[in-house]
């Protein structure tokens, strides 16, 4: 049984404005019944989902960010080898992505990608490959390792580049949890808290293959696929049929998954995740 009352997946996005369609925003109550989409009419802004996660959260419940808590360390022994700056662990990258990103609107992270010595480490649009890139998927952390051997094709957070990029997602995501400090614990650069609330990392394609999906097809688009996914979990259907837009059946199925999974003490101690790997890298929620 376990102890959350409540389970939230949340598809993020890093993408340039306001307000966004492509965030969407799921709960599911630990006593049953279907998941449930959380709306705003003209989409969610970032720092609305900033103040939900620090004031309106139930007491007792799992966070599912689909978005990386980090950067890749552990490979070269750095985020940025061969720069004095490079912060030594996760929140130090938090607090550096906000001191060079602070002034940039809507939680965006304009000015630390631009930044001339961070630069040279991401891909960026326009055919801008830093120096220090690395060269062919760029470079990747532990538990993206580990995804890729159970079938995932994860995304270095250093290529923002291309529409399966997750790196504007985590580097705005790194704003928000700097702003969530002393608010909500992430785990696992966070000990899990026998009470409160938790923030995870979660990837949404891990859920679709609970709910009978492949890796390939991860992707639900219709109402139909979605209730299928959701009943493999044990789950009530949502209400609806046709069409349904991939973000908003990431944030259900995935919701629904955590709620089948957090039980499970496996899960909160993978056998790859060192305590330097936490504390540096973190991990991804379902990921063994």
């Not at 290529?159 to 400090?181: D, F, I, P």
């Not at 003490?265 to 504390?279: D, F, K, N, Q, V």
Request: hydrophobic share 40%; charged share 20%.
């Amino acid at each position: 049984m376990s102890r959350f009352t409540h389970f939230v997946a949340i598809d993020w996005s890093g993408a340039v404005g306001a307000r966004h369609k492509a965030i969407a925003m799921a709960v599911a109550d630990a006593s049953g019944g279907p998941p449930m989409l959380v709306t705003r009419e003209k989409g969610w802004s970032r720092e609305e989902v900033l103040h939900v996660l620090r004031d309106d959260l139930p007491q007792d419940t799992l966070v599912g960010l689909d978005l990386g808590i980090s950067l890749p360390f552990v490979d070269e022994g750095a985020f940025f080898p061969g720069w004095e700056g490079s912060p030594p662990d996760a929140r130090s990258l938090w607090d550096l992505v906000e001191r060079i990103s602070g002034e940039d609107e809507h939680l965006s992270v304009s000015s630390f990608v631009d930044h001339p010595r961070i630069s040279r480490h991401f891909r960026r649009h326009g055919g801008r490959e830093g120096d220090l890139f690395g060269g062919g998927r760029g470079r990747f952390r532990v538990t993206e390792i580990a995804q890729a051997q159970q079938g995932c094709k994860p995304y270095s957070n250093f290529n923002l580049v291309g529409a399966a990029q997750v790196g504007k997602s985590s580097l705005t995501g790194m704003r928000m949890l700097h702003a969530l400090q002393g608010e909500v614990p992430v785990w696992p650069i966070d000990p899990l808290p026998a009470t409160g609330p938790v923030i995870v990392e979660i990837y949404t394609t891990l859920a679709a293959i609970a709910g009978g999906r492949t890796a390939g097809r991860a992707k639900m688009r219709s109402y139909e696929e979605l209730n299928m996914a959701l009943r493999n979990l044990g789950s009530e259907p949502v209400g609806g049929t046709g069409p349904i837009d991939d973000h908003s059946s990431d944030a259900l199925v995935t919701a629904a998954w955590l709620r089948t999974v957090a039980h499970d003490p496996a899960l909160w101690s993978p056998e790859a995740m060192t305590g330097e790997i936490a504390r540096t890298e973190g991990w991804t929620f379902g990921v063994p």
